[in-house]
Structures are given as structure tokens and as C-alpha cells.
């Protein structure tokens, strides 16, 4: 069966670095028809995509321009799994955030992860 | 970016009537493929958001036949022909054109 399995912290401090990890179940982080995202939920963005990465004979990765300057989304081989790294947050980084597998085609996200809270506090 | 508007914000039902949801794009979303990327997600209460249609007016593998959508280009329309209680939940679209992929502000549909 094909999962999503997310895991990290739910709470960090503001300034630091937010680390999730999106472990791949029935899937290859490898795989050329798909794409590995981040997508945050919060009462005040709603749904806000926030990056991806994706294998289509090299290595890609794409990000928000609201994020860009702080994100890093990588890709781990060895482990079958992707990771998202926000530098610097603050508090209206506090939000619900997904990880999500992308179908190049057709184009929909077709498996999501079960959402881990993170809150940005002292 | 693709501005992504949905309406109403909020919709009440009634088990076995019909509902209509709006989503209106910024920009067209039709590819010169005939391809409307533009998806739809039912997110219900403490889940993760699920794929009911994409290109607009494909249904999703497992999504009961009760849910169709259409339009072209700019504006979007998700039809529930007849309400059941499992349907409540929030409802977004999302435009799968280019990235930023960016979604609508969702609408609650509730009993």
C-alpha cells in the first residue's frame, strides 16, 4: 500500500529551523512520473504549496517565492524519502504542513501524508 | 500567480438536494491540449485533503458518479447531484497549470 509517513517536531522556536521528513511507502522518491511536495494549511494562507522535488534523468526542485530565500527540499535516496528545512521562522509560520505526491500526468496530487502540526513559539 | 476564487464561502445542504460550487481563475487555465488544469479536493474533518476531479471534469478513481465538474478556461463549477451526510467537509480547487500550484480559500459545505 502506498503512504505517506511524515514525522519531525511540532514545536520550534522562532528563528530556528523548521526539519520534516516525508518517508515513501509503495513508491520510489526516484520515480520520473511523479513529484515529492510540501504543502502547508493554515487559518490565515489556507493551502499554500510551498515546494517540490522530482527525478526526470537529474535532480529538480522548485519553491514559492514567498518561501524561497528559507526553504530546502531534499531528496534521500538511500532512504526513500524527502525532507523539508525552513530557516528563520516566526509565527505566522505555524501551520499544518503536508507532504504529497504529484502526478506529472495526469496533474493532481494523488497521496498526501497525514499532516503534522508545527507551531512556532518560545 | 493564479489567483484561485472559490464561492460560496460557506454552504449549507440538505441530505438528497443538489449543490454547486464556483472557482474562478485569474488566468485560463486550458492547455492547447483541450486540457483544464484545474483539480478539485474534498478535505473532510481531521483528514488530509482527497482528489474528487481533474482537467476540470475528470472524476478521480473511487469518487462516486454524483460528483461531476465542468467549465473551460477561467470559470469552474463542482456539482454534487444529490448531498449525502459522508460529502461534508471543505471543498477546494487548486489550478495545476504552473507553479506556484495555488488554491482557492475553500468551501465548507455542512449539513
Known amino acids: 500500500q502506498v503512504q505517506l509517513q511524515q514525522s519531525g517536531p511540532g514545536l520550534v522556536s522562532p528563528s530556528q529551523t523548521l526539519s520534516l521528513t516525508c518517508a515513501i511507502s509503495g513508491d520510489s522518491v526516484t520515480s520520473n512520473s511523479a513529484a515529492w511536495n510540501w504543502i502547508r494549511q493554515s487559518p490565515s494562507r489556507g493551502l499554500e504549496w510551498l515546494g517540490r522535488t522530482y527525478f526526470w534523468s537529474k535532480w529538480y526542485t522548485e519553491y514559492a517565492e514567498s518561501v524561497k530565500s528559507r526553504i530546502t527540499i531534499n531528496p534521500d535516496t538511500s532512504t526513500n524519502q524527502f525532507s523539508l528545512q525552513l530557516n528563520s521562522v516566526t509565527p505566522e509560520d505555524t501551520a499544518v504542513y503536508y507532504c504529497?505526491?504529484?502526478?506529472?500526468?495526469?496533474?493532481?496530487?494523488?497521496?498526501w501524508g497525514r499532516g503534522t502540526l508545527v507551531t512556532v513559539s518560545s | 500567480d493564479i489567483v484561485m476564487t472559490q464561492s460560496p464561502l460557506s454552504l449549507p445542504v440538505t441530505p438528497g438536494e443538489p449543490a454547486s460550487i464556483s472557482c474562478r481563475s485569474s488566468q485560463s487555465l486550458l492547455q492547447s491540449n483541450g486540457h483544464n488544469c484545474l483539480d478539485w479536493y474534498l478535505q473532510k474533518p481531521g483528514q488530509s485533503p482527497q482528489l474528487l476531479i481533474y482537467?476540470?471534469?475528470d472524476r478521480a478513481s473511487g469518487v462516486p458518479d454524483r460528483f461531476s465538474g465542468s467549465g473551460s478556461g477561467t470559470d469552474f463549477t463542482l456539482k454534487i447531484s444529490r448531498v449525502e451526510a459522508d460529502d461534508v467537509g471543505v471543498y477546494y480547487c487548486?489550478?495545476?497549470?504552473?507553479?506556484?500550484?495555488?488554491f482557492g480559500g475553500g468551501t465548507k459545505v455542512e449539513i
Open positions: 482537467f476540470g471534469s
Open positions: 504529497a505526491r504529484w502526478r506529472h500526468d495526469p496533474r493532481y496530487f494523488d497521496l
Open positions: 487548486m489550478q495545476s497549470l504552473q507553479t506556484p500550484l495555488t
